[in-house]
């Protein structure tokens, strides 16, 4: 392995310092990111791949601590032998640096990366910057949660927060839990929720099943690949008799100090609750999951042009060989929109080959698998649409922005009397996006609430303690 580098599959590398130019640095070590790596070094590029967690794999991938000695890793992913093989990999490769624990926390022109490396939050984390001949964006995506009376609460989570902390630590979020949203991701976070012993009450999924049919009928051809896995987690809802709900969701959520029952309706066609069909349960955490958002910062610094995914949400623009607006810079993964994983590692390996070939000024190769996984994406977003009824959710107490308690009434007062036209504008007057989340969770509901579009702009991508940046030395 490179100079500095550690164990790709265990605890956080040593940064190398005196480095020079790498010739490639991979942003995120999920399915694409560690994809890329592996391709484009394949290709004869130095690369260093940077992650924030402490171990490699991503969300999709999260492994349990090293310190948890995990006999039998296989229990909790799909797939662990593959996945073991590309750690392997990762390991023994002579052009790859790993840095885990780490984040890249600006971008600047000429690809100079800043990244800080050390446990999360801890005070003091190394700086150092990183000048790359060419970078592969594979930063993913956030959970989507819409709100709803109490949704602030503590004890409802995103369903990618119930997941990790399953995955990555072995703990339930809570007792008698309850999944909302729609989409196939609510299976494999009832898989995780089930294997820390939780108890779950139950799966809503918010489309009914007529519009779900419509949409992976549109393609009929992305079918056969997904109907194994697909029985697979019917027969665990059999199993664990776990009632599969769909065309309802939670509406409201109750508790004092933490949530301690909720609201479920169920929905119209375009999401509206059907009065009289109102459920109670009793519940001790809710998590929700809604699809999910780009994490956009470090490509808008890069100034690479933004479109639309599949799902409608804002996306990285790229060519067939993933190369986005700006030579030199590719994007893999949920960046380009919103289409799993099989979709995410192979835009990965393409965007690495790519890289590569960059460098050494030749053709990349089109790769079929990523058409292939386009289409299996485009089926997706038509099967589990979001509808414009989620608003009628929500009234003028509702909170929207939870780090700074903003509520849709203050956010539309604003719109409306302030004269608010544009996002930071609307940041000044009302505080919506100005908590600690700067705007991941808030922006894109806050935007589809007003019409007013999200800027994704943020100089500095990730929290920074002010004592870590002025302490920061140009290299």
């Known amino acids: 392995m490179g100079p500095g580098a550690g164990s790709a599959g265990s605890g956080r590398q040593t940064p190398g310092r005196g480095r020079g130019v790498v010739d490639v640095v991979v942003v995120g070590a999920g399915p694409a990111g560690v994809e890329a790596a592996l391709a484009a070094a394949d290709g004869g590029a130095r690369v260093v791949l940077v992650d924030s967690g402490r171990r490699v794999g991503g969300q999709f991938r999260r492994q349990l601590p090293v310190e948890f000695n995990a006999g039998k890793p296989e229990r909790l992913q799909h797939g662990w032998g593959s996945f073991r093989k590309l750690v392997d990999r990762l390991e023994r490769h002579p052009r790859i640096e790993v840095?885990?624990?780490?984040?890249?926390?600006?971008?600047?022109?000429?690809?100079r990366l800043w990244v800080q490396s050390g446990a999360v939050d801890a005070v003091g984390r190394e700086m150092q910057a990183i000048d790359a001949k060419a970078v592969?964006?594979?930063?993913?995506?956030?959970?989507?949660?819409?709100?709803?009376?109490?949704?602030?609460?503590?004890?409802?989570?995103?369903?990618?927060?119930?997941?990790?902390?399953?995955?990555?630590?072995?703990?339930?979020?809570?007792?008698?839990?309850?999944?909302?949203?729609?989409?196939?991701?609510?299976?494999?976070?009832?898989?995780?929720?089930?294997?820390v012993d939780a108890e779950v009450i139950a799966v809503l999924e918010a489309n009914r099943l007529a519009r779900s049919a419509r949409g992976w009928l549109s393609d009929p051809l992305v079918l056969p690949g997904k109907t194994r896995e697909a029985a697979q987690y019917a027969a665990m809802f059999v199993r664990h008799r776990i009632p599969f709900l769909q065309g309802r969701t939670v509406i409201a959520a109750h508790g004092r100090d933490r949530v301690e029952g909720v609201t479920t309706a169920e929905l119209d066609k375009d999401w509206h609750p059907i009065p009289g069909s109102e459920r109670d349960l009793e519940v001790d955490a809710v998590c929700l999951g809604f699809g999910f958002t780009a994490q956009l910062e470090l490509a808008v610094s890069a100034g690479c042009k933004?479109?639309?995914?599949?799902?409608?949400?804002?996306?990285?623009?790229?060519?067939?060989?993933?190369?986005?607006?700006?030579?030199?810079?590719?994007?893999?993964g949920e960046l380009t929109g919103i289409g799993g994983a099989d979709l995410a590692a192979a835009e990965g390996?393409?965007?690495?080959?790519?890289?590569?070939?960059?460098?050494?000024?030749?053709?990349?190769?089109?790769?079929?698998?990523?058409?292939?996984?386009?289409?299996?994406?485009?089926?997706?977003?038509?099967?589990?649409?979001?509808?414009?009824?989620?608003?009628?959710?929500?009234?003028?107490?509702?909170?929207?922005?939870?780090?700074?308690?903003?509520?849709?009434?203050?956010?539309?007062?604003?719109?409306?009397?302030?004269?608010?036209?544009?996002?930071?504008s609307l940041k000044l007057t009302s505080r919506v996006g100005l908590g600690l989340c700067q705007g991941r969770v808030c922006s894109r509901t806050t935007a589809e609430l007003t019409g007013i579009q999200a800027d994704h702009r943020r100089p500095i991508a990730v929290p920074i303690r002010l004592q870590d940046l002025a302490n920061v030395e140009e290299l």
């Open 349 to 424: 390996r393409a965007a690495g080959e790519a890289a590569a070939a960059y460098l050494n000024n030749q053709m990349p190769r089109a790769s079929r698998q990523v058409a292939k996984g386009k289409r299996f994406a485009q089926a997706l977003a038509e099967a589990y649409p979001i509808q414009p009824g989620w608003r009628s959710w929500s009234g003028d107490t509702t909170v929207v922005c939870r780090c700074e308690e903003v509520t849709r009434g203050q956010i539309e007062e604003a719109v409306a009397d302030r004269d608010v036209t544009g996002q930071r």
């Open 306 to 332: 933004l479109g639309q995914g599949p799902d409608g949400g804002p996306a990285v623009e790229v060519d067939q060989y993933q190369q986005t607006s700006q030579a030199g810079v590719f994007a893999a």
């Open 136 to 195: 592969v964006l594979a930063t993913g995506a956030y959970d989507r949660v819409l709100p709803f009376p109490g949704w602030e609460l503590p004890g409802v989570y995103s369903a990618g927060a119930a997941q990790a902390l399953a995955k990555g630590q072995r703990i339930a979020v809570g007792r008698r839990v309850l999944l909302a949203g729609t989409g196939p991701f609510l299976f494999p976070v009832a898989e995780s929720l089930l294997g």
């Open 99 to 111: 840095l885990t624990e780490s984040s890249v926390w600006a971008i600047e022109a000429g690809y």
